[in-house]
C-alpha cells in the first residue's frame, strides 16, 4: 500500500488507528483454548471487531515466534485474514548484515505479504537498504522508542553535540523516501515528536505508547500530525485484551471506538 492509499484509508475512516495484535496465550479467554488455533480465533474476532476503527494491524511476531511452528502458521493464517486494504505491520524489529537482511524482507515481504516491517537501525545502512528493496513494502525504523531503555544510546549526545536518535534520522532520510520509510516514535515522550516532525516533515511515524504505556493522543496528535496525517498510533494490550470473558470482541470494539472518536477529532484540528 502507497502512502496516497495509506492517507486515503486514513480519511475515510476518521482514523489512524493501528491495533496491535500481540496475542499471547496466557492473556487470552479460557474459552478459546479448545479452539484448534486459539490465537488466530482470538485473532479474528478481534480484526472482525476493530476494523471499522482499524486503518493497520500490527502484530508483533514475538508472541507467535515464541510458539514454534504453530506460531507461525497463526500469524500466517492472521495476515491472510487482513483485509488487503488495511496496513499491515510485522513488528519484528529485524537487522543484519546485508545478505540476512535480505533474507529477512524475503520471509516478511515474499513468504508472507506484509506490507512494512519494524526494523532496528543500529548495523547501519547495509543493514537497512535490502528491505527498502521491494516495491510497495515500507520499512519502519525505530527512532525515539516508548521503552525507559532508549535513554541508554538514543538520547546519548553524539560528537556533533546531536541525541543519537537524531543522527539516525538525519542520516536514514537518505536511505529511503517518505513513500518506503517511516519511523517508530514512542507516544510516552510527547514534546520529543516535535522536535523528530521538524526533522523529517512528510514522513509518516508508527507510534506505539498510548493506552498501556500511558502516552497522550492529543500530544502525539499536537506535535506529530501533518497534512497527511502522517501517524499510525498504535495499542495493543489496551485494545485486545480489554474483555476478558466471551464478550472480548466487544469489549475491543468498544476501546476501538473511543480511540477512533478522539481521532477524528484530532483529524479536524491538526490535519493541516
Ligand atoms: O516497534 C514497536 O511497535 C514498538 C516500539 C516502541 O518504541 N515501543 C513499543 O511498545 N513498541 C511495540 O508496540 C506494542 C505496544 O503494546 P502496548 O503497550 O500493549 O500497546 C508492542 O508490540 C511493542 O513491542
Known amino acids: 500500500m502507497d502512502k496516497k492509499a495509506l492517507f486515503a484509508k486514513i480519511s475515510q475512516k476518521?482514523?489512524?488507528?493501528?491495533?496491535?495484535?500481540?496475542?499471547?496465550?496466557?492473556?487470552?479467554?479460557?474459552?478459546?483454548?479448545?479452539e484448534k488455533d486459539p490465537i488466530f480465533a482470538f485473532n479474528k474476532q478481534?480484526?472482525?471487531?476493530?476494523?471499522?476503527?482499524?486503518?493497520?494491524?500490527?502484530?508483533?511476531?514475538?508472541?507467535?515466534?515464541?510458539?514454534g511452528p504453530k506460531g507461525w502458521e497463526s500469524l500466517?493464517?492472521?495476515?491472510?485474514?487482513?483485509?488487503?486494504?488495511?496496513f499491515t505491520i510485522a513488528d519484528a524489529?529485524?537487522?543484519?548484515?546485508g545478505n540476512t537482511s535480505?533474507?529477512?524482507?524475503?520471509?516478511?515481504?515474499?513468504?508472507m505479504d506484509f506490507d512494512s516491517v519494524t526494523v532496528a537501525p543500529y548495523m547501519g545502512i547495509d543493514s537497512v537498504k535490502p528491505f527498502l528493496a521491494f516495491e510497495d513494502k515500507w520499512v519502519i525504523l525505530l527512532a525515539l522508542t516508548s521503552n525507559e531503555g532508549s535513554q541508554d544510546f538514543q538520547m546519548l549526545e553524539t560528537k556533533n553535540g546531536k541525541p543519537f536518535f537524531q543522527e539516525v534520522i538525519?542520516?536514514?532520510?537518505?536511505?529511503g523516501t517518505p513513500d518506503n520509510m517511516m519511523y517508530v516514535v514512542g507516544a510516552t515522550r510527547g514534546e520529543k515528536?516535535?522536535?523528530v516532525r521538524k526533522l523529517v516533515p512528510d514522513h509518516f511515524?508508527?507510534?506505539?505508547?498510548?493506552?498501556?504505556?500511558?502516552?497522550?493522543?492529543?500530544?502525539?496528535?499536537?506535535?506529530?500530525?501533518n497534512s497527511n496525517c502522517g501517524l499510525l498510533v498504535n495499542s495493543s494490550r489496551g485494545i485486545i485484551y480489554a474483555g476478558k470473558d466471551k464478550d472480548f470482541g466487544k469489549a475491543a470494539k468498544t476501546e476501538a471506538q473511543k480511540l477512533q472518536t478522539e481521532m477524528e477529532i484530532l483529524l479536524d484540528k491538526y490535519c493541516k
Open 170 to 175: 538525519e542520516k536514514s532520510q537518505k536511505w
Open 14 to 34: 476518521s482514523s489512524f488507528l493501528c491495533v496491535g495484535l500481540d496475542t499471547d496465550l496466557t492473556k487470552i479467554p479460557e474459552h478459546l483454548l479448545k
Open 205 to 225: 511515524f508508527l507510534v506505539p505508547g498510548v493506552g498501556a504505556q500511558g502516552g497522550s493522543l492529543e500530544e502525539v496528535a499536537k506535535f506529530g500530525m
Open 46 to 67: 478481534i480484526i472482525d471487531n476493530t476494523i471499522d476503527q482499524a486503518v493497520a494491524y500490527k502484530p508483533n511476531t514475538a508472541f507467535y515466534e515464541a510458539l
Open 102 to 111: 535480505g533474507l529477512y524482507a524475503k520471509a516478511f515481504f515474499e513468504m
Open 76 to 86: 500466517h493464517k492472521t495476515l491472510e485474514y487482513i483485509p488487503k486494504d488495511v
Open 93 to 97: 524489529k529485524r537487522g543484519d548484515i
Open 193 to 195: 515528536i516535535a522536535e
